[in-house]
T-cell receptor, first 111, second 116 residues
């Protein structure tokens, strides 16, 4: 049984650019949630995907968008990057929202 | 508006003693509470949880207590070990009927240091 894998592990982007982060769910999981963890804070809920549809969203602007694929892997896309987007982005997969397994995260730095 | 609060950013405890990590929440809709542990360069890992219908749940050295009237929960680690040194996140969840959506809200975390 594989866990949740995220890629890349680290990324540096320039303000105004766009970024795509990827997440492979744990085998058998059909739900993916994305979180943003800024330095010194707890993870903040961005959105959740269930069976390829957005199933809930936190207080993040529309330039944060996502996709879930038929194999339940997922992408997080952020457009028009801002300096404050610098954070650790965590993906968590679950089976219908029960029992989250987190990946190790992608550390995004916007300069 | 922070719905899950952990008012102690850090805690130091001697090895072998009890560690008590506290958490408060504001939303009475939360019905499931979780504790996660996070080491540097790793994602959070699930530690222990408690449903709102219970007031205590034990798993080995870890016990979570829930006081619904006070909207307060605590994690007790006895005895504390150096390997317990990590950031501990309290999280609360509301499961909505008929959906798989259970937005999990995290607190800001408490960094625990267990001193040998």
């Amino acid at each position: 049984e594989t866990g949740v894998t995220q890629s890349p592990t680290h990324l540096i982007k320039t303000r105004g650019q766009q970024v795509t982060l990827r997440c492979s769910s744990q085998s058998g999981h059909n739900t993916v949630s994305w979180y943003q963890q800024a330095l010194g804070q707890g993870p903040q809920f961005i959105f959740q995907y269930y069976r390829e549809e957005e199933n809930g969203r936190g207080n993040f602007p529309p330039r944060f968008s996502g996709l879930q694929f038929p194999n339940y892997s997922s992408e997080l896309n952020v457009n028009a990057l801002e300096l404050d987007d610098s954070a650790l982005y965590l993906c968590a997969s679950s089976l219908a929202g029960d029992g989250y397994t987190f990946g190790s995260g992608t550390r995004l730095t916007v300069v | 508006d922070q719905q899950v609060k952990q008012n102690s950013p850090s805690l130091s405890v001697q090895e072998g003693r009890i560690s008590i990590l506290n958490c408060d929440y504001t939303n009475s809709m939360f019905d499931y509470f979780l504790w996660y542990k996070k080491y540097p360069a790793e994602g959070p890992t699930f530690l222990i949880s408690i449903s709102s219908i219970k007031d205590k749940n034990e798993d080995g050295r870890f016990t979570v207590f829930l006081n619904k009237s006070a909207k307060h929960l605590s994690l007790h680690i006895v005895p504390s070990q150096p390997g317990d040194s990590a950031v501990y996140f309290c999280a609360a969840s509301a499961r909505f009927q008929g959906t798989s959506y259970d937005k999990v809200i995290f607190g800001p975390g408490t960094s625990l240091s267990v001193i040998p």
